[in-house]
């Protein structure tokens, strides 16, 4: 395991990366709130995510990751009561979908995903915990957590507390920094809203309590990383901050990696300006997932992501040129033996790939260090410079970019079918194009060139595209 810098929001600093359990990385990620379809922002965080725990499995660190799914919060109990169902109703239908769009973006599942609602024990006895510790008092029956009992309130948002007056309190899940005041750490229930009936009373969980009691119940007092979008710093991570540290006495998490923001063709993301998007409308439009994904990877997880149409177009023929160039290793043929010089570029490459990712998840300078390589190998290929005992080595330095690049497996046109989108047909198989295939090859070796055209018209109507090599065979891909 070599060194990897990360930038912690807590200290404000690049640090050597450390775990505090040999070998294992113990992470907590703010999973969604399941009240609507998750929208490209929040995908722009968790692929940032699944980038981190690939590079640190590729690093031979084991990785536990926690993500929770928020479904109980205000917005969920408004929007379940206009609909006239329960909670767990409304939710499902909401946490099957984010999951399924997880699959679509090749993003590996967490070690544990935990709901909100299956963890009220545990919320209620860590607010039970910070009672005895006199960091609660009740109010109308719900219960505040009083910050000013926690001299460290504000340490990872850096927020002026100067302005703020004890014992003022907030009720809403989500609120400004000038707003920051005694939070709810557990809700009276309003009329007709959901409520749990516990030993600290009727009522729910506020929002915050809920990372706090599941982060702490699967990965102990303290984690090595929690991750989030920079729009959780202040309130919801620094308040998780408060209620831990004050129920155990120990520091709760010792990185904090936050995601910048997303935005659309150069604004904020609204759904009045019309630029808001779920992976599904970008599906709907007939954009890929692996394109989708390469964008939302492609830009450093600290600075903010202009996500456009235009930058979505290029994603796509970026990941075009890495999959033609996987396709060209497989089927070109080479002079015999072995280049010395392509085996140090591939070094080369792979240590340049390297040091971009360990240098804070810098996935453009990763990024280009693949592309640079690509370029260099097609070039010696065109000058016949590349040999075939040189595939083998440059087809492993592909996978193991792949494997945490996760676009180079052209399966995309499955997955839109798979949620509806694109042909109605059902995609063709690999043996059926293969026949097809063939069955062109054979029409042209007689000379039945009308046949042959035919062929490869039908194989284009079905999203596959035909190249004919220099020594006379053919390769497809699907579009
Ligand atoms: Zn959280």
Redesign the pocket.
Known sequence: MGDIQLQNTLTGRKESFTTLHPGEVRMYT?GPTVYDFAHIGNFRTFVFQDLLRRFLKSEGYRVVQVM?LTDVDDRIIANAAAAGIGIGEYTEKYALAFLEDCRTLNLEPAEQIVRATDHIDDMVALIRRLSEKSFTYPSDGSIYYRISKFPDYGKLSKIDLSGIQAGARVEVDRYEKADARDFALWKSPKPGEHFWETPIGPGRPGWHI??SAMAMKYLGETLDIHT?GVD?TFP??EN?IAQSEAATGKPFARFWLHAEHLIVEGEKMSKSLGNFFTLRDLFAKGYKPSAIRYLLASVPYRSQLNFTMAGLQQAASSVERLRNFVTRLKTERFGAGQSEAIADRLHQAEEEFRAGLADDLNTAQAFAAIFDLVRDVNTAIDRGEFRQGDVAATLAAMESFGSILAVLKDDDAQKLAALGFGSSEAPLTDVEIEQLVADRQAARKRRDFAAADRIRLQLADRGIILEDTRDGGVRWKRK
């Open positions: 703010c929770n809920e990372c989030g959780l919801h991570h998780e």
